[in-house]
T-cell receptor
Framework: SQTIHQWPATLVQPVGSPLSLECTVE??????LYWYRQAAGRGLQLLFY??????ISSEVPQNLSASRPQDRQFILSSKKLLLSDSGFYLC??????????????FGPGTRLTVT | RKEVEQDPGPFNVPEGATVAFNCTYS??????FFWYRQDCRKEPKLLMS?????NEDGRFTAQLNRASQYISLLIRDSKLSDSATYLC????WGGGADGLTFGKGTHLIIQP
C-alpha cells in the first residue's frame, strides 16, 4: 500500500530564515505530487504540483519554491520566510497518467509558525 | 461566484440524526468531485468520490447535480465520531495532473 511521509511535523522559524520541508511517497511509481497550504480559518491553497522529476508548476507567485529531485521526493523551500508564510503545509500524491480519477492522498502535514 | 462554496456551519446535530450538506462549484468543466473529511489539526482524508449517478458508502450518500453545479453529502444515523469538518472538493481543470479546489469546509458537531 502507498504511504506518504512529511517532516518535520511542526516548525517554528524566525522571519527571514530559510525553509526546507520534505515529502516522500512509498509504494507507488511516477506519482503526481502536490504542495498545499492551509492558513488558519481558510481553505487549502494549491502551491505547486509536479508530474515528474524536475517538473514543477507553480500556482501562486510567492517567495516559495519547490523541487523534485527524485521520483517520490518533493521539497518545498524558501530562502527568506515571511510572517504570512505561517500555516499548515500539506503534501499530496495522486496516481500518474493512465488513471484519471484525480483522487489525492495527503501526508500528515507540517505546521509552520513564522515568528 | 466562489470556485467552491460551502456553508461553514457549525451544524449541531443530535446523535442518530440525519444531516445533509450542499456545496456549489463554479467551473462547469470540472470532472471530478469529492468529499474529504478533516479532523482538527489533521490532514484531509478522502471520504468518498462523487459519481454522476450518485453513490453510497454505508451511512454516507453523495449526489452530483451538474445542471445546477452542486454536490451533496448525506449522513444517516450520525455517530459522535462523525464530528469533523467536511470539505467539498472539485478538480481545477479538465484533465492531466490536476490540482484540486477545496471548499473551506462545513463544520459538523454530533451531540450525544
Amino acid at each position: 500500500s502507498q504511504t506518504i511521509h512529511q517532516w518535520p511535523a511542526t516548525l517554528v522559524q524566525p522571519v527571514g530564515s530559510p525553509l526546507s520541508l520534505e515529502c516522500t511517497v512509498e509504494g507507488t511509481s511516477n506519482p503526481n505530487l502536490y504542495w498545499y497550504r492551509q492558513a488558519a480559518g481558510r481553505g487549502l491553497q494549491l502551491l505547486f504540483y509536479s508530474v515528474g522529476i524536475g517538473q514543477i508548476s507553480s500556482e501562486v507567485p510567492q517567495n516559495l519554491s519547490a523541487s523534485r529531485p527524485q521520483d517520490r521526493q518533493f521539497i518545498l523551500s524558501s530562502k527568506k520566510l515571511l510572517l504570512s508564510d505561517s500555516g499548515f503545509y500539506l503534501c499530496a500524491w495522486s496516481a500518474g497518467t493512465g488513471i484519471a480519477t484525480y483522487e489525492q492522498y495527503f501526508g500528515p502535514g507540517t505546521r509552520l509558525t513564522v515568528t | 461566484r466562489k470556485e467552491v462554496e460551502q456553508d461553514p456551519g457549525p451544524f449541531n446535530v443530535p446523535e442518530g440524526a440525519t444531516v445533509a450538506f450542499n456545496c456549489t462549484y463554479s467551473n462547469s468543466a470540472s470532472q471530478s468531485f469529492f468529499w474529504y473529511r478533516q479532523d482538527c489539526r489533521k490532514e484531509p482524508k478522502l471520504l468518498m468520490s462523487v459519481y454522476s449517478s450518485g453513490n453510497e458508502d454505508g451511512r454516507f450518500t453523495a449526489q452530483l447535480n451538474r445542471a445546477s453545479q452542486y454536490i451533496s453529502l448525506l449522513i444517516r444515523d450520525s455517530k459522535l465520531s462523525d464530528s469533523a469538518t467536511y470539505l467539498c472538493v472539485v478538480n481545477k481543470w479538465g484533465g492531466g495532473a490536476d490540482g484540486l479546489t477545496f471548499g473551506k469546509g462545513t463544520h459538523l458537531i454530533i451531540q450525544p
